[in-house]
């Protein structure tokens, strides 16, 4: 079927392609760059830390910044419509002047600006709260020790101006983001002095000036991690009462969350309560696994929610997975295409009727309009928007084309 065949089936529906297609290429999507060398970072030789870790040894690990720059273009060029680069601060590039975390500046980035304005991206940040030396006993900025808890404020206050310095630089609005890896392996006797730390380690951070129409700080809660079953001390409900006292922006990754709740179901809500919201979309199996995204029920209900709302211009959204055991640009690009099909797929919900449905309590009618959804000539509406941004459908075979001239030869 056609583009043109498909546009009518769903004008017959009330839905607008044309509009659809107009709107998703106005949505970026934050590519995260630590896919591209399984979250190693350029700053330290440790193994990682703080609950993460990779699986898997497919060759061809971007070993050097340039390495992972050329890794991000192969990927950028098979990814259709608007994209962020998302950087985490163990990216930072140094030459002869190594800094450590609470003394980076703007300077260890500007390779990662100028790489983002030849490309018309701006770009997200994170400060790392991991795989360093001064992560003790599973703690950072609710560290006991003075001295861990100093060091980790002052590089979330480094990063807030190397964040400031993105958005100034490339003309866009930099999402930072604050996720600690901090908690206990097994019972805790004290679950509130540790959140008493946190909450005075970020209200120390903020309280440096910076550009709020600039730079959006977010806080990112998670359940549990590697080494830190028993005990999170970054809850939901600590970040979700932080974000609120603070008027900053609350941040959900889908896979940070017990396995019977589901992010989309949480948007609406949290988009009644806050200005903005930003995702971190990944694909947790049984656990926070950050698996490649696929076009998959929940990545499809995520998308309809935030369309829905009518909140494309609030909703701040990133990828965020990592996997050694396949093709690493794949992975970026499979994750990708999936987050803007999924927002495709729900562009082309008649949203409206629907809703009219539900409020007549028609409940029977919406029922079959939801099935009759499945069906529906989605992928020729996603061709066209291929079309339209010069996409190759086939971008596995330039995957392996790439892997053969390139990845396989990194020793």
């Given at each position: 079927?056609s583009y043109?065949?498909?546009?009518?089936?769903?004008?017959?529906l009330?839905?607008?392609t044309q509009?659809?297609?107009?709107a998703?290429?106005?949505v970026p999507?934050s590519?995260?760059c630590?896919q591209?060398?399984?979250?190693?970072?350029?700053?330290?030789?440790?193994?990682l830390?703080?609950?993460?870790?990779?699986?898997?040894?497919?060759?061809?690990?971007?070993?050097?910044p340039?390495e992972?720059?050329?890794d991000?273009?192969?990927?950028?060029?098979?990814?259709?419509g608007?994209?962020?680069?998302?950087?985490?601060?163990?990216y930072?590039?140094?030459d002869?002047?190594?800094?450590?975390r609470?003394?980076l500046?703007?300077k260890?980035f500007e390779?990662?600006v100028?790489?983002?304005k030849e490309r018309n991206?701006g770009i997200?940040f994170?400060?790392?709260?991991?795989?360093?030396?001064?992560?003790?006993?599973n703690?950072?900025l609710?560290s006991p020790?003075e001295e861990?808890?100093?060091?980790?404020?002052?590089?979330?206050r480094?990063c807030?101006?190397?964040?400031?310095y993105f958005?100034r630089?490339?003309?866009?609005?930099?999402v930072m983001n604050?996720?600690i890896?901090d908690?206990?392996?097994?019972?805790?006797?004290?679950?509130?002095?540790?959140?008493?730390?946190?909450?005075?380690?970020?209200d120390?951070?903020l309280?440096v000036p910076y550009?709020?129409s600039r730079?959006?700080v977010t806080?990112?809660?998670?359940?549990?991690g590697?080494?830190?079953?028993?005990?999170?001390?970054g809850?939901?409900?600590?970040?979700m009462?932080y974000v609120?006292?603070?008027?900053i922006?609350?941040?959900?990754d889908?896979?940070?969350?017990?396995?019977?709740?589901?992010?989309?179901?949480?948007i609406?809500?949290m988009?009644?309560?806050?200005e903005?919201l930003?995702?971190?979309?990944?694909r947790g199996?049984?656990?926070d696994?950050?698996?490649?995204v696929?076009f998959?029920?929940?990545t499809?209900?995520?998308?309809?929610e935030?369309?829905?709302?009518?909140?494309?211009?609030r909703?701040?959204?990133?990828t965020?997975?990592?996997d050694?055991?396949?093709?690493?640009?794949s992975?970026?690009?499979?994750?990708v295409?999936?987050?803007?099909k999924a927002?495709?797929?729900?562009?082309?919900?008649?949203s409206?009727?629907?809703?009219?449905?539900?409020?007549?309590?028609?409940f029977?009618?919406?029922m079959?309009?939801?099935e009759r959804?499945?069906?529906?000539?989605?992928?020729?509406?996603w061709q066209?928007f291929?079309?339209?941004t010069?996409?190759?459908?086939?971008y596995?075979?330039?995957?392996?084309?790439?892997?053969?001239?390139?990845?396989?030869k990194?020793?």
């Amino acid at each position: 079927m056609s583009y043109n065949e498909a546009a009518e089936k769903y004008a017959a529906l009330g839905v607008d392609t044309q509009a659809a297609l107009r709107a998703l290429q106005d949505v970026p999507v934050s590519l995260h760059c630590w896919q591209g060398d399984d979250v190693i970072g350029f700053d330290n030789d440790g193994a990682l830390t703080g609950g993460i870790q990779t699986t898997g040894d497919y060759p061809g690990r971007a070993r050097t910044p340039r390495e992972l720059m050329d890794d991000i273009d192969a990927a950028l060029s098979l990814i259709p419509g608007r994209m962020k680069l998302n950087l985490h601060a163990s990216y930072a590039i140094f030459d002869d002047d190594f800094a450590d975390r609470n003394a980076l500046e703007p300077k260890h980035f500007e390779k990662w600006v100028s790489f983002a304005k030849e490309r018309n991206m701006g770009i997200d940040f994170n400060p790392t709260f991991f795989s360093h030396p001064m992560v003790r006993d599973n703690l950072t900025l609710s560290s006991p020790n003075e001295e861990v808890r100093s060091f980790w404020v002052e590089h979330g206050r480094r990063c807030l101006k190397i964040a400031e310095y993105f958005a100034r630089e490339t003309g866009e609005p930099c999402v930072m983001n604050i996720w600690i890896p901090d908690g206990c392996k097994d019972v805790p006797a004290d679950r509130l002095g540790p959140r008493a730390r946190f909450k005075k380690s970020l209200d120390e951070m903020l309280s440096v000036p910076y550009d709020k129409s600039r730079v959006y700080v977010t806080l990112e809660s998670k359940v549990f991690g590697i080494g830190m079953e028993s005990y999170t001390v970054g809850s939901a409900e600590f970040c979700m009462n932080y974000v609120s006292e603070k008027g900053i922006t609350p941040l959900m990754d889908n896979g940070h969350y017990h396995p019977t709740e589901l992010v989309s179901d949480k948007i609406s809500s949290m988009l009644l309560f806050n200005e903005r919201l930003a995702l971190h979309i990944t694909r947790g199996v049984r656990w926070d696994s950050d698996h490649v995204v696929l076009f998959d029920d929940e990545t499809r209900e995520i998308a309809k929610e935030i369309v829905r709302a009518r909140a494309l211009e609030r909703v701040f959204i990133a990828t965020d997975y990592f996997d050694a055991s396949i093709n690493r640009i794949s992975a970026w690009v499979t994750g990708v295409r999936s987050v803007k099909k999924a927002l495709l797929y729900a562009l082309l919900e008649p949203s409206d009727k629907m809703r009219q449905l539900q409020e007549a309590g028609d409940f029977t009618t919406l029922m079959v309009m939801h099935e009759r959804l499945k069906t529906m000539p989605f992928g020729d509406v996603w061709q066209e928007f291929l079309n339209r941004t010069n996409t190759t459908q086939d971008y596995l075979a330039q995957v392996k084309k790439y892997e053969e001239e390139v990845l396989r030869k990194r020793v």
